[in-house]
């Protein structure tokens, strides 16, 4: 403890000389850690875009199309397993609405009364979808603010009606309801390469299309049953049902979001390797700074010796030195990133903190980093001789 307060005071004398080698550290600890923080942040903001999208379902569907497509009767079949939780049908169509002054390409979507449990579907006016409307196949619809802004300059037009046009059938759909459209960051981020939402009864759009077959079912398992288990049990029924093997297949989409976050994390990996170079460069201060320590306490060391201090007691004061002028900057690094993300928290929302083990693997890699550099001026002044040393001017 008498070497750590030795130590420091010593630093604290020199802090003027010192300030921009703490700096430099500081700066290189606060860079990774914000990259590291930013990364962590998108990860975790496109991971649960991808959830509000269903990225957290398993999908069945066809493998051959239209020849072994999902009919409403398998639909009802699949829901009473015990492996299900949650079925709800999607046939998608790209369409075009007519309203007023305006028309537009939408993604007409298929969907029962189960969609909000599927699909993040924040409510703004009017209702969802009713067990009542797909079993009449009526022609109800809901669209996003996005679209009704454009039709209306205004967002609640619940009760209007709206033309839609799939090849050639065309058919009047009343809108019963309108949900977000700011919610969905990733379709904010397409822009207009991906068109409005627009949700009909799955049979409404059966009668539009003049199809009675449904396009695919997203699932959700049931507690204690993993997605393989219920994919296999789903796929087997509907295998068996049709009296061939490997006509349907299952997706688990939350693999597809895994290898996506994993790719995220792989480039916030580089990013903050990138970063953790300034780390290195900060080092090579901290040795130019030392080894100008050396030269300056020369006599000092000169001194020591000859009172009796051994070449370790020597080694080990420098060395002590570089590790706390690392620990220094490195705290006011993990200080700075920290205030910024608390402060980019309240802003945007988002959890922009670094991770604890984050922190400390840059803190630990930052004064791992000084007690390397710091060998070589340490051992320069352990080994000076007591004689040249206290010769020196």
């Keep these: 403890m008498e070497l750590l307060r030795s130590t420091a005071e010593g630093l604290w004398r020199r802090r003027s000389q010192l300030s921009l080698t703490v700096c430099g550290i500081a700066i290189g600890v606060f860079s990774v850690l914000v ?20 990225f957290d379902c398993i999908t069945v569907s066809a493998s051959q199309g239209e020849l072994n497509a999902l ?15 949650v079925a709800a049908p999607l046939s998608t169509s790209i369409s075009r609405a007519v309203m007023r002054n305006y028309a537009g390409e939408v993604l007409l979507c298929g969907v029962d009364q189960n969609v909000g449990q599927i699909i993040d579907l924040e409510l703004k006016n009017g209702r969802l979808l009713e067990a009542s409307d797909i079993s009449a196949g009526a022609n109800y619809c809901i669209i996003d603010e996005e679209l009704a802004y454009a039709f209306y300059r205004r967002t609640n037009i619940v009760g209007k009606e ?10 009047v759909f009343t809108i019963i309801g309108v949900v977000d459209g700011e919610s969905n960051i990733l379709k904010n981020l ?8 627009v949700y009909i009864p799955y049979t409404a759009h059966q009668s539009l299309t003049r199809s009675s077959v449904i396009d695919q079912l997203f699932i959700k398992v049931s507690e204690d049953t993993s997605p393989e288990e219920a994919g296999e049990r789903v796929t087997a029924l509907l295998n068996s049902a049709a009296g061939y093997k490997n006509l349907y297949r299952y997706d688990d989409l939350a693999i597809q979001k895994e290898r996506l976050e994993s790719i995220l994390g792989g480039i916030t990996l580089v990013l903050s390797a990138i970063g953790g170079i300034s780390l290195v460069v900060s080092g090579l201060s901290i040795m130019t700074t030392m080894t100008m320590a050396v030269r300056e306490r020369t006599r000092e060391i000169g001194v020591k010796k000859a009172v009796g201090a051994k070449t370790f007691h020597i080694l080990r ?3 002590v030195e570089a590790v706390l002028l690392t620990a220094a900057g490195s705290f006011l690094g993990v200080l700075a990133s920290g205030l910024l993300a608390l402060a980019a928290g309240l802003l945007t929302g988002l959890g922009f903190l670094p991770k604890p083990q984050i922190i400390a693997a840059v803190a630990l890699f930052s004064v791992g980093t000084g007690a390397v550099f710091g060998v070589y001026p340490a051992r320069l002044a352990s080994r000076l001789h007591p004689v040249d040393a206290l010769r020196h001017e």
């Design 35 to 54: 990259i590291s923080a930013i990364g962590a942040a998108g990860q975790g903001l496109v991971g649960s875009e991808l959830e509000k999208l269903g």
């Design 317 to 319: 004061e420098f060395m």
């Design 162 to 171: 709206m033309e839609v046009t799939v090849d050639q059938g065309t058919e």
């Design 190 to 197: 397409a822009g207009d390469y991906v068109p409005s939402f």
């Design 71 to 85: 009919t409403g009767e398998e639909l009802a079949a699949i829901a009473a397993l015990e492996e299900v939780a």
